[in-house]
């Protein structure tokens, strides 16, 4: 588990901002890939706020994750261009496939699905995204390939 005495340093080194924060919860993230456990409390304590509040800010914003991801991130787009072209088949049968929910991580830790709204290819879906690289036209096929190629 994360040093508690690293995650306290980490705030610290923040608390003098106006609106500390999110900048608080980026540099957890940056540092550890998630917000670790026990950090949220801490942050609380540091802030002077409740650990409801900080909870609240961590699960409002998708950056944030609670668990760190897998070694690859694959996206599927949820937004309306891809949705008209099968984009929400795509991730049903993606999920029940490695039976995961969204934001889940395959046991062997090598992928992690997210959903994403809109990646720029809206002309050419359903689009999917591994790790930095956007990927057009994206079926279950190529799908599977996908998932092959990282390693779930
Ligand atoms: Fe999917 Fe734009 S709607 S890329």
Known sequence: APDQTEISDIIASHTHLEGPMLPILHA???RYGCIP???EALIATALNITKAEVHGVVSFYHDFREEPTGRHVIK???AEACKSVGADALAASTLAKLGLDWHGTTANGAVTIEPVYCLGLCACGPAAMVDNK???R???ARMAA???EAGA
Do not use: K, P, S, Y
């Open 28 to 30: 957890l993230q940056e």
């Open 37 to 39: 456990q026990g950090a």
């Open 76 to 78: 599927i787009c949820r």
């Open 134 to 136: 956007v990927v057009a």
């Open 138 to 140: 994206v079926d279950d």
């Open 146 to 148: 996908l998932l092959q």
